[in-house]
């Protein structure tokens, strides 16, 4: 598809159980983000990929948050044991390099996973 | 918030008016960044301003950045009914390749 497609979009489980959110960025994008939108706030940044390099988790909230990125494509955020606080809508979003060692420039979103943990 | 903090967090105007949003952060960047998303929905794109830039326009859109006061204005002009929205900020640190949002503006034009 020509953009960023997450899948499920949306999501209902129960207390301790483990969800899986699925990311397929644009095609050739090496750069790929997780963020996390709860109701009515700002996006809490979760997991930075880019290329081969080694991910920047520094933003994810706990040991039950796990994330992946195959042949630098698809990416599967994994929350295990999932509780009510982890119910908001995660987002995802992928971006072209940046140039000369810069920044990637705009980021393109899905239309996110909406996790609702009863 | 680790970065942008937008301003004011909601705003309701007139269609027809202009509507003027302030985002404000704590480091240097390499760029900022304006969104928006429509209720329920993913952010879009509306415009990038580097850190050496001091004015963009696109359109209805005009983004300035001030880097000593570490701040950055979004201007509508001529709203319409279709611009209510939120508006975030997302800003890129200098020498970190991602990028922090602010908790947004929801603007409301009434028709």
């Known amino acids: 598809g020509a953009g960023v497609s997450q899948s499920p979009s949306n999501k209902v489980t129960e207390k301790g159980k483990d969800v899986e959110l699925r990311c397929d960025p644009i095609?050739?994008?090496?750069?790929l983000y997780w963020y996390r939108q709860s109701l009515g706030q700002g996006l809490e940044f979760l997991i930075y990929f880019q290329g081969n390099s080694a991910p920047d988790k520094s933003g994810l909230p706990s040991d039950r948050f796990s994330a992946e990125r195959t042949g630098g494509s698809v990416s599967t955020l994994t929350i295990q044991r999932t509780q009510q606080e982890d119910s908001a809508v995660y987002l995802c979003?992928?971006?072209?390099?940046?140039?000369?060692?810069?920044?990637?420039?705009?980021?393109?979103f899905g239309e996110g996973s909406r996790l609702t943990v009863l | 918030s680790q970065q942008g903090e937008e301003d004011p967090q909601a705003l309701s105007i007139q269609e027809g008016e202009n509507a003027t949003m302030n985002c404000s952060y704590k480091t240097s960047i390499n760029n900022l960044q304006w969104y928006r998303q429509n209720s329920g929905r993913g952010l879009v794109h509306l415009i990038l301003i580097r850190s050496n830039e001091r004015e963009k326009h696109s359109g209805r859109l005009r983004v300035t950045l001030d880097t000593s006061k570490k701040s950055s204005s979004l201007l509508i002009t001529a709203s319409r009914a279709a611009d209510t929205a939120s508006y975030f900020c997302?800003?890129?640190?200098?020498?970190?390749?991602?990028?922090?949002f602010g908790s947004g503006t929801k603007l409301n034009v009434k028709p």
């Open positions: 997302a800003t890129a640190i200098y020498n970190f390749n991602k990028f922090y």
């Open positions: 979003a992928s971006s072209p390099t940046g140039t000369s060692g810069g920044p990637p420039g705009e980021l393109f």
């Open positions: 095609s050739g994008h090496t750069a």
